[in-house]
């Protein structure tokens, strides 16, 4: 298959735009610079990178970590022209769903892909997936406190399921704790600090299931590798 076509055909850009990148220099193939329009490679071995990112052929699924960042909204399109996480993932050339929502004001893991069946599973409640996430609250979090946490704290849609919670750094003025959830309701880390009595002041949600943040930039994305993929199917039983 010819590169451009390869690139087009992988959502990349448009064929055109593929030999323009292809003459920019911007394209690899197998680790090597290829800028002679027309040259052929075999999509089921040969490895293509544009701006050193590899491409995934047209019929394989694409996975991304994004490490949002506050300010931006976990949807596609946003009616009122707010920043969203589709606009920081746009240069992967594909279409892609969040799995599950952030908040506006978190910032942290999240999930994009176009593969359906995984994103379901990964988000419903029934498959448990952990979620984990660094809170900073005001004030010094008691014993007490990160114990009913862990227990269950009753909220206005029911008492929350048992959860991992770990004080991480308590100085005078505030305190850092991780959560590990195996729910999703919406605003949950907030609401269960808030209902005992520590507002959040930061929230970031660091690892979802097998994969963690550590490493990515903020307003960064990179595809997940093949091992990361494996290990998501098989989180919630799928190959
Ligand atoms: N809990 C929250 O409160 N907000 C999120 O974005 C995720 C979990």
Do not use: C
């Amino acid at each position: 298959m010819r590169l451009q076509k390869f690139l087009s055909a992988a959502g990349v850009a448009s064929r055109r735009a593929a030999e323009r990148l292809i003459a920019a220099g911007r394209v690899k193939v197998n680790g090597t610079t290829v800028t002679k329009m027309g040259f052929v490679i075999n999509p089921a071995v040969d490895i293509v990178e544009v701006d050193n990112r590899p491409v995934r052929p047209a019929d394989e699924k694409e996975y991304i970590l994004l490490n949002k960042p506050a300010g931006f909204i976990t949807t596609l399109a946003d009616p009122y022209g707010r920043p969203t996480v589709a606009e920081l993932a746009k240069d992967s050339g594909r279409r892609v769903f969040p799995v599950g929502r952030l908040d506006m004001d978190t910032s942290g893991l999240l999930l994009l892909t176009d593969d359906g069946k995984l994103a379901h599973r990964l988000a419903h409640p029934s498959y448990g997936v952990e979620k984990e996430y660094i809170a900073r609250v005001k004030g010094r979090l008691p014993a007490e406190t990160l114990r009913r946490l862990a227990e269950g704290i009753k909220l206005a849609d029911g008492i929350t399921a048992p959860a991992v919670v770990r004080l991480i750094k308590s100085t005078g003025s505030s305190s850092t704790v991780s959560l590990i959830l195996k729910e999703g309701r919406n605003r949950q880390v907030r609401r269960m600090l808030e209902a005992v009595g520590y507002p959040v002041i930061d929230l970031k949600r660091v690892r979802f299931g097998s994969i963690k943040l550590s490493g990515l930039k903020e307003g960064h994305w990179r595809r997940l590798t093949g091992e990361e993929i494996k290990s998501l199917k098989e989180l919630v039983g799928l190959r």
